[in-house]
């Protein structure tokens, strides 16, 4: 049996984080299940737990602009509904959440919670990381802010410090006008991810201007290459269209899945790359 | 142990137990809330949904401690009300019900969809049940329930 | 006539286009147990309290087959206790009474089977049980598991079973096969293979056992509660009456309560036996997906001998099943793989050989269907292969050699049923525009549609309703113009407790909510015999038809009058169990399934855009409710034919979690649109046939048919996943 705590607001789960570095808990939906035990007994949590979800500072989608970029700022207990529901929510991440579970899980589960979960097939993850997410971190005293990238060091794991708190996520809200998600599921819905993959791209003046390319569950964390981004920024359509064979061979080196109980490596590498071949060819067909 | 109030069907109820408890074992064990059934226990089957603060939540998932001043209801807390007692005839009549594991749940998500949207097509409560498993149906008389209720309740809701 | 039945309030619904119901007890009425399920008013095992309840959990084996070298246990505290096969009374024994009695109620001295039962943990406290048993310490000397087909042949790490690993071998055979083969022209030939199935039922399973009245009381979520009795009963070493079985409404079984409770029953009981306590047993679903019995995996290879105007003259056939550890049921469900080997054709020559075998993986049991969808998968897919290898019509083959009524079966015996198949096509072709569609798919790149024809036996097998079951059911005039009905067969979801009101309703003249039908009790009811088999309401229904007829005549000696009718076989029925000679089954289900497929080339995903299904199950008892099953078999089949994953490694289900056994949800497929021709049945209550099985048959086959269609390369094998598919595609 552990302790919890319920914070009365966010300065107060501050403190108690600092003072006992407890496990924050928001919706539960990831927490319940990994810490799940025998039915009619607790949870098998390892340390104390603190109950984040109920702390209305950080429900809250909202829009900031600054220096001529528009970022959309989702607060830390803002559940999988909310953002979905948001109209700002990029599309990517708005598809990405839909297809996580099914409504009941979607209405308590938070974003933020995904994220700290830091699993390799999270979706809303995958999208996240093509967004260039930024990752609101505080501690008593002080706040931080990192890319996602940054933020997920491996699976289950992240840079969250004992004493700090994911406070918000922001997203640059670009343009960009050939964007995809697609989860490849266990089934066709209520599924968990065998693999996922995110692109959005955008041209301007008839040359890919900026894009972003990531793959879920086919390693040990989301994938994304911003090395072979940069070889695709700049090209046209055409000339994207006769570099797919080169790309799809750089990404190959890439994606280096694992087999499991939902899929196999090789059906995992196969359909990414079919995936990404696919969104190659649609995207040369625009600008 | 501690003292954790909440609104259960529209009454303060005060539960003492650890604030990690499952929702769900506190609703079915402390409550005697049986309606709330165990499916899975991992939010996979949905045969626990309750409605939280008037949006449908799996109650395995929830430690007690997060639901605290929260408005929980369970099917016993629409079973007689009269969007209850629609749902439920709906159910009836279409031939909804089998072994009746998934239904109360069905009619918790049932309640859900239709508060949100009152005149769903056949594709909307297909994604508004999906959470919902049932093993006995294929779904399709389920779906046909919930068609019957909205038609009949469109003053309902 | 029928009493004051409800008319269906939304009209539409039940859309038989244009075919004739037939007599009127088809009018669909209200389910009687509908709103107080919907409600959750309806209690379950897990629903109810019972004063000073225990918890029980049990001490499985962690290795697939080991030598128990030593067992560490703490110290028990007051009040918790530690039972195991030295519990057992001295009268009793060490075996589950079931069809085979090998299955041990506990492991002594080696364990067979990751998940075998070693003892019972109880106690007043869950976690501190829990605790307890995280603290027991098993110390094993491994031996080497056999757990394929080929392990088992080969008795790698020696026999699990016998001197051989086969459980059961049975030849069928009709006409002469081997000169017959020397006359064909062509042979085709193709090896079939299913997976395991895990029921799912959405109740999991779940046992109390209770000390009331100086004698056990087992409640049980459970399809057989005479079955758990008498197991229980050979257990303690007991006569059967000292042990009394109260079912308690079940949240779906498929077969998987069948036998299964008692292997639950068995150990519960001998703790009660000792504790004198409530005790609960009542699973969580990893340990319910984890360690309970599956659907029997399968192997089967089919060689078909041709003439040189493309009929079928010769076929031989080869069936394995995977038993598991222990034989349980197994050597039944390999009559009825067999049994239904070659389907709904008439094959002039035909062998069939059959061995069900021994592996250290969890004993595989009952469900749905009983080994026929086994069967049936591989001899339909056969039939699509064949008529591919000769460039003919898949359907158009397989319709030229549809058996007849009067042909010879594979038992040697004429079809008794009036075969309706030919009509049915008819039917399901209008409905679902199949031979349009055919062509119009031919060369279309993702689009792809699959037909498949089936029929199920209904009842036990031969002459086992005779011979072993010989179902009793029992009626009484109750105050109040009302009526008693007392049968053994439960309702699980089937609709059971609607349609035997029915039934009864319409021989009594009175509204079948009249008519008090309780959860069986054995202290009550008589044995009307197991709810398995598609047997309640052809054979039990039946018995109830004429019960209700001997009660109505002697209705007017007033309340507390009773009738009582035992099952007599049909006439003219013979049949020789030990060589399955003979009539196989008094009466056969009929059906056609088609699904329409697309496929995705990106992903494989297969996405189904439209399932049709025409059955012939003599007469609906009840329009919605054979609506209800229609529906609900067939996606069942369909999560079986496609997503439904099961995979054994070193001797674990590596899918133990709802979240990676995924079963179909309401988005996976599109409405199931059903049609039911009429065909009396003599010996059925209004002529009703069997029909729980027969809807799971057809699904598999004509799913996995749409998908080769539509990827342009032959299936064999189901779950027919992406990752298969992209196999197949390189």
Same mark, same amino acid.
């Given at each position: 049996?552990?302790?919890?705590?319920?914070?009365?607001?966010?300065?107060? #789960?501050?403190?108690?984080?600092?003072?006992?570095?407890?496990?924050?808990?928001?919706?539960?939906?990831?927490?319940?299940?990994?810490?799940?035990?025998?039915?009619?007994?607790?949870?098998?949590?390892?340390?104390?737990?603190?109950?984040?979800g109920?702390?209305?500072?950080?429900?809250?989608?909202?829009?900031?602009?600054?220096?001529?970029?528009?970022?959309?700022?989702?607060?830390?207990?803002?559940?999988?509904?909310?953002?979905? @529901?948001?109209?700002?929510?990029?599309?990517?991440?708005?598809?990405?959440?839909?297809?996580? $579970?099914?409504? #009941?899980?979607? @209405?308590? $589960?938070?974003?933020?919670?995904?994220?700290?979960?830091?699993?390799?097939?999270?979706?809303?993850?995958?999208?996240?990381?093509?967004?260039?997410?930024?990752?609101?971190?505080?501690?008593?005293?002080?706040?931080?802010?990192?890319?996602?990238?940054?933020?997920?060091?491996?699976?289950?794991?992240?840079?969250?410090?004992?004493?700090?708190?994911?406070?918000?996520?922001?997203?640059?809200?670009?343009?960009?006008?050939?964007?995809?998600?697609?989860?490849?599921?266990?089934?066709?819905?209520?599924?968990?991810?065998?693999?996922?993959?995110?692109?959005v791209?955008?041209?301007? @003046?008839?040359?890919?201007?900026?894009? #972003?390319?990531?793959?879920?569950?086919?390693?040990?964390?989301?994938?994304?290459?911003?090395e072979?981004?940069?070889?695709?920024?700049?090209?046209?359509?055409?000339?994207?269209?006769?570099?797919?064979?080169?790309?799809?061979?750089?990404?190959?080196?890439?994606?280096?899945p694992?087999?499991?109980?939902?899929?196999?490596?090789?059906?995992?590498?196969?359909?990414?790359? @079919?995936?990404?071949?696919?969104?190659?060819?649609?995207?040369?067909?625009?600008? | 142990? *501690?003292?954790?109030?909440?609104?259960?069907?529209?009454?303060?109820?005060?539960?003492?137990?650890?604030?990690l408890?499952?929702?769900?074992?506190?609703?079915?064990?402390d409550?005697?809330?049986?309606?709330?059934?165990?499916?899975?226990?991992?939010?996979?089957?949905? !045969?626990?949904?309750v409605?939280?603060?008037?949006?449908?939540?799996?109650?395995?998932?929830?430690?007690?401690? !997060?639901?605290?001043?929260?408005?929980?209801?369970?099917?016993?807390?629409?079973?007689?009300?009269? *969007?209850?007692?629609c749902? /439920?005839?709906?159910f009836?009549? !279409?031939g !909804?019900?089998?072994?009746?594991?998934?239904?109360?749940?069905?009619?918790?998500?049932?309640?859900?969809?239709?508060?949100?949207?009152?005149?769903?097509?056949?594709?909307?409560?297909?994604?508004?049940?999906?959470?919902?498993?049932?093993?006995?149906?294929?779904?399709?008389?389920i779906?046909?329930?919930?068609? /019957?209720?909205?038609?009949?309740?469109?003053?309902?809701? | 006539?029928?009493?004051?039945?409800?008319?269906?309030?939304?009209?539409?619904w039940?859309?038989?286009?244009?075919?004739?119901?037939?007599?009127?007890?088809?009018i669909?009425?209200?389910?009687?147990?509908?709103?107080?399920?919907?409600?959750?008013?309806?209690?379950?095992i897990?629903?109810?309290?019972?004063?000073?309840?225990?918890?029980?959990?049990?001490l499985?084996?962690?290795?697939?087959?080991?030598?128990?070298?030593?067992?560490?246990?703490?110290?028990?505290?007051?009040?918790?206790?530690?039972?195991?096969?030295?519990?057992?009374?001295?009268?009793?024994?060490?075996?589950?009474?079931?069809?085979?009695?090998?299955?041990?109620?506990?492991?002594v001295?080696?364990?067979?089977?990751?998940?075998?039962?070693?003892?019972?943990?109880?106690?007043?406290?869950?976690?501190?049980?829990?605790?307890?048993?995280?603290?027991?310490?098993?110390?094993?000397?491994?031996?080497?598991?056999?757990?394929?087909?080929?392990?088992?042949?080969?008795?790698?790490?020696?026999?699990?079973?016998?001197d051989?690993n086969?459980?059961?071998?049975?030849?069928l055979?009709?006409?002469?096969?081997?000169?017959?083969f020397?006359?064909?022209?062509?042979?085709?030939?193709?090896?079939?293979?299913t997976?395991?199935?895990?029921?799912?039922?959405?109740?999991?399973?779940?046992?109390?056992?209770?000390?009331?009245?100086?004698?056990?009381?087992?409640?049980?979520?459970?399809?057989?509660?005479?079955?758990?009795?008498?197991?229980?009963?050979?257990?303690?070493?007991?006569p059967?009456?000292?042990?009394?079985?109260?079912?308690?409404?079940?949240?779906?079984?498929?077969?998987?309560?069948?036998?299964? &409770?008692?292997?639950?029953?068995?150990?519960?009981?001998?703790?009660?036996?000792?504790?004198?306590?409530?005790?609960?047993?009542?699973?969580?679903?990893?340990?319910?997906?984890?360690?309970?019995?599956?659907?029997?995996?399968?192997?089967?290879?089919?060689?078909?001998?041709?003439?040189?105007?493309?009929?079928?003259?010769?076929?031989? %056939?080869?069936?394995?099943?995977?038993?598991?550890a222990?034989e349980?049921?197994?050597?039944?469900v390999?009559?009825?793989?067999?049994?239904?080997?070659?389907?709904?054709?008439? %094959? &002039?020559?035909?062998?069939?050989?059959?061995r069900a075998?021994?592996?250290?993986?969890?004993?595989?049991?009952?469900?749905?269907?009983?080994?026929?969808?086994?069967?049936?998968?591989?001899?339909?897919?056969?039939?699509?292969?064949?008529?591919?290898?000769?460039?003919?019509d898949?359907?158009?083959?397989?319709?030229?050699?549809?058996?007849?009524?009067?042909?010879?079966?594979?038992?040697?015996?004429?079809?008794?049923?009036?075969?309706?198949?030919?009509?049915?096509?008819?039917?399901?072709?209008?409905?679902?525009?199949?031979?349009?569609?055919?062509?119009?798919?031919?060369?279309?790149?993702?689009?792809?549609?699959?037909?498949?024809?089936?029929?199920?036996?209904?009842?036990?097998?031969?002459?086992?309703?005779q011979?072993?079951?010989?179902?009793?059911?029992?009626?009484?005039?109750?105050?109040?113009?009302?009526?008693?009905?007392?049968?053994?067969?439960?309702?699980?979801?089937?609709?059971?407790?609607?349609?035997?009101?029915?039934?009864?309703a319409?021989?009594?003249?009175l509204?079948?909510?009249?008519?008090?039908?309780?959860?069986p009790?054995?202290?009550?009811?008589?044995d009307?015999?197991?709810?398995?088999?598609?047997?309640?309401?052809?054979?039990?229904?039946? =018995?109830?038809?004429?019960?209700?007829?001997?009660?109505?005549?002697?209705?007017?000696?007033?309340?507390?009058?009773?009738?009582?009718?035992?099952?007599?076989?049909?006439?003219?029925?013979?049949?020789?169990?030990?060589?399955?000679?003979?009539?196989?089954?008094?009466?056969?289900?009929?059906?056609?399934?088609?699904?329409?497929?697309?496929?995705?080339?990106?992903?494989?995903?297969?996405?189904?855009?439209?399932?049709?299904?025409?059955?012939?199950?003599?007469?609906?008892?009840?329009?919605t409710?054979?609506?209800?099953?229609?529906?609900?078999?067939?996606?069942?089949?369909?999560?079986?034919a496609?997503?439904e994953?099961?995979? =054994?490694?070193?001797?674990?289900?590596?899918?133990?979690?709802?979240?990676?056994?995924?079963?179909?949800?309401? =988005?996976?497929?599109?409405?199931?649109?059903?049609?039911?021709?009429?065909?009396?049945?003599?010996?059925?209550?209004?002529?009703?046939?069997?029909?729980?099985?027969?809807?799971?048959?057809?699904?598999?086959?004509?799913?996995?048919?749409?998908?080769?269609?539509?990827?342009?390369?032959?299936?064999?094998?189901?779950?027919?996943? &992406?990752?298969?598919?992209?196999?197949?595609?390189?």
């Open positions: 049996m552990v302790d919890s705590y319920r914070p009365k607001d966010l300065k107060d #789960a501050l403190s108690i984080r600092a003072e006992y570095n407890p496990q924050p808990l928001a919706g539960g939906t990831d927490l319940m299940v990994r810490y799940q035990s025998w039915s009619g007994t607790l949870p098998l949590f390892t340390k104390s737990v603190m109950f984040v109920h702390l209305k500072e950080m429900k809250y989608i909202k829009k900031e602009a600054k220096d001529k970029t528009v970022t959309l700022v989702i607060g830390g207990t803002a559940t999988l509904t909310d953002v979905a @529901n948001h109209p700002d929510t990029p599309v990517v991440l708005k598809e990405a959440v839909l297809s996580i $579970a099914a409504p #009941a899980l979607r @209405n308590n $589960a938070t974003l933020t919670g995904n994220i700290c979960n830091a699993s390799p097939a999270g979706d809303s993850i995958c999208a996240l990381y093509a967004l260039d997410a930024v990752i609101v971190i505080e501690k008593s005293g002080s706040r931080r802010e990192v890319p996602i990238t940054e933020f997920i060091t491996g699976p289950g794991r992240t840079i969250l410090g004992p004493d700090e708190l994911v406070t918000a996520i922001k997203i640059p809200l670009k343009a960009s006008s050939v964007n995809d998600f697609t989860k490849v599921g266990t089934r066709r819905a209520n599924a968990l991810s065998k693999l996922s993959f995110t692109g791209a955008d041209y301007k @003046n008839g040359r890919i201007d900026s894009i #972003a390319l990531t793959f879920g569950a086919v390693g040990p964390t989301v994938v994304r290459s911003v072979l981004e940069k070889k695709l920024i700049g090209l046209s359509g055409p000339e994207l269209k006769a570099m797919i064979p080169k790309v799809i061979d750089d990404y190959s080196t890439v994606i280096v694992i087999d499991d109980q939902r899929s196999t490596a090789v059906y995992r590498k196969k359909v990414a790359l @079919n995936l990404l071949e696919k969104y190659l060819k649609e995207l040369s067909s625009h600008e | 142990m *501690k003292e954790i109030k909440f609104i259960l069907n529209g009454k303060e109820v005060s539960v003492k137990a650890d604030p408890k499952r929702l769900l074992d506190v609703l079915r064990e409550e005697k809330m049986t309606g709330v059934k165990e499916g899975c226990g991992e939010g996979e089957c949905g !045969a626990c949904a409605l939280k603060d008037g949006v449908l939540v799996n109650s395995c998932m929830i430690p007690l401690g !997060a639901a605290e001043g929260s408005e929980i209801v369970t099917p016993e807390g629409i079973r007689e009300t009269d *969007k209850g007692k749902i /439920i005839d709906a009836g009549d !279409a !909804a019900v089998q072994c009746g594991f998934c239904t109360p749940g069905m009619m918790m998500a049932t309640e859900a969809l239709l508060t949100i949207n009152n005149k769903p097509d056949e594709s909307e409560i297909r994604e508004a049940l999906s959470g919902n498993l049932c093993r006995c149906t294929g779904y399709d008389l779906v046909k329930g919930v068609q /019957i209720a909205s038609e009949r309740g469109k003053d309902l809701w | 006539m029928v009493g004051a039945i409800h008319e269906l309030p939304i009209k539409g039940i859309d038989t286009k244009g075919v004739k119901m037939g007599a009127r007890i088809s669909p009425v209200r389910r009687i147990d509908a709103k107080e399920k919907a409600g959750g008013w309806t209690k379950y897990g629903d109810y309290q019972f004063k000073n309840l225990q918890h029980g959990r049990f499985r084996s962690e290795r697939a087959r080991a030598k128990i070298i030593e067992i560490k246990k703490p110290d028990f505290p007051e009040g918790y206790y530690y039972i195991d096969a030295s519990d057992i009374p001295s009268s009793g024994k060490n075996n589950i009474q079931m069809i085979k009695d090998d299955w041990r109620v506990f492991a001295s080696d364990v067979k089977y990751i998940g075998e039962t070693i003892a019972v943990i109880l106690g007043p406290d869950k976690q501190k049980v829990l605790d307890l048993l995280n603290r027991i310490e098993v110390i094993y000397e491994d031996l080497v598991p056999a757990f394929t087909f080929d392990d088992a042949l080969s008795c790698k790490g020696g026999a699990v079973y016998g051989n086969i459980f059961s071998e049975y030849l055979n009709v006409g002469n096969v081997d000169n017959a020397k006359d064909a022209v062509k042979i085709v030939e193709g090896k079939y293979e997976g395991f199935q895990e029921h799912l039922y959405m109740e999991t399973q779940g046992l109390v056992g209770a000390w009331e009245d100086e004698k056990i009381t087992i409640y049980a979520s459970s399809q057989c509660p005479f079955y758990i009795r008498k197991s229980v009963a050979v257990t303690l070493g007991v059967v009456e000292d042990i009394r079985v109260r079912q308690t409404t079940t949240g779906g079984a498929f077969g998987g309560k069948e036998h299964f &409770p008692d292997v639950i029953a068995t150990p519960l009981a001998v703790a009660v036996n000792k504790v004198k306590k409530p005790v609960a047993m009542i699973y969580d679903r990893i340990e319910d997906i984890s360690f309970t019995s599956k659907r029997h995996p399968s192997k089967i290879t089919i060689k078909t001998g041709l003439d040189k105007s493309n009929n079928i003259i010769a076929m031989d %056939i080869d069936t394995l099943v995977n038993g598991g222990y349980s049921s197994t050597t039944i390999l009559q009825r793989a067999i049994l239904h080997g070659i389907g709904v054709y008439n %094959i &002039p020559n035909a062998r069939i050989r059959g075998v021994a592996t250290n993986t969890f004993p595989s049991d009952a469900y749905r269907g009983f080994g026929a969808p086994q069967g049936l998968f591989a001899i339909e897919m056969h039939m699509s292969h064949v008529a591919d290898e000769l460039g003919l898949s359907s158009d083959f397989r319709r030229k050699h549809f058996i007849k009524t009067n042909d010879i079966t594979i038992t040697n015996a004429k079809m008794h049923d009036d075969v309706k198949l030919p009509e049915m096509f008819e039917k399901i072709d209008e409905m679902s525009d199949y031979s349009s569609k055919v062509k119009e798919f031919a060369n279309d790149p993702v689009k792809g549609i699959g037909i498949a024809f089936v029929n199920h036996g209904g009842g036990f097998t031969g002459n086992g309703e011979a072993i079951i010989k179902g009793v059911v029992k009626m009484k005039r109750l105050e109040g113009g009302k009526a008693g009905l007392y049968v053994s067969v439960v309702e699980m979801g089937q609709g059971l407790q609607t349609t035997m009101r029915k039934i009864a319409k021989e009594l003249g509204d079948y909510e009249d008519i008090v039908y309780d959860n009790d054995t202290d009550i009811v008589p009307s015999g197991p709810t398995c088999a598609s047997r309640s309401i052809m054979v039990v229904g039946f =018995l109830v038809q004429e019960c209700a007829k001997k009660l109505k005549a002697k209705w007017n000696e007033g309340v507390g009058v009773e009738a009582e009718d035992v099952y007599k076989h049909p006439d003219g029925l013979v049949w020789e169990q030990e060589t399955l000679q003979g009539d196989a089954y008094p009466s056969y289900g009929w059906g056609i399934n088609v699904i329409e497929v697309e496929f995705d080339p990106v992903t494989y995903e297969v996405k189904t855009t439209g399932i049709w299904a025409v059955w012939d199950i003599g007469v609906a008892i009840d329009e409710i054979m609506q209800g099953q229609s529906s609900g078999g067939v996606i069942q089949a369909l999560g079986y496609s997503i994953k099961c995979e =054994l490694k070193n001797g674990t289900f590596m899918q133990h979690t709802m979240a990676d056994y995924t079963i179909p949800t309401s =988005l996976d497929f599109p409405k199931v649109e059903t049609c039911f021709i009429d065909n009396p049945y003599k010996y059925g209550p209004s002529g009703a046939k069997g029909a729980g099985e027969l809807v799971f048959d057809a699904a598999p086959p004509a799913y996995a048919e749409a998908v080769q269609n539509a990827i342009g390369k032959r299936i064999y094998d189901i779950p027919v996943t &992406p990752e298969m598919i992209m196999e197949a595609l390189k």
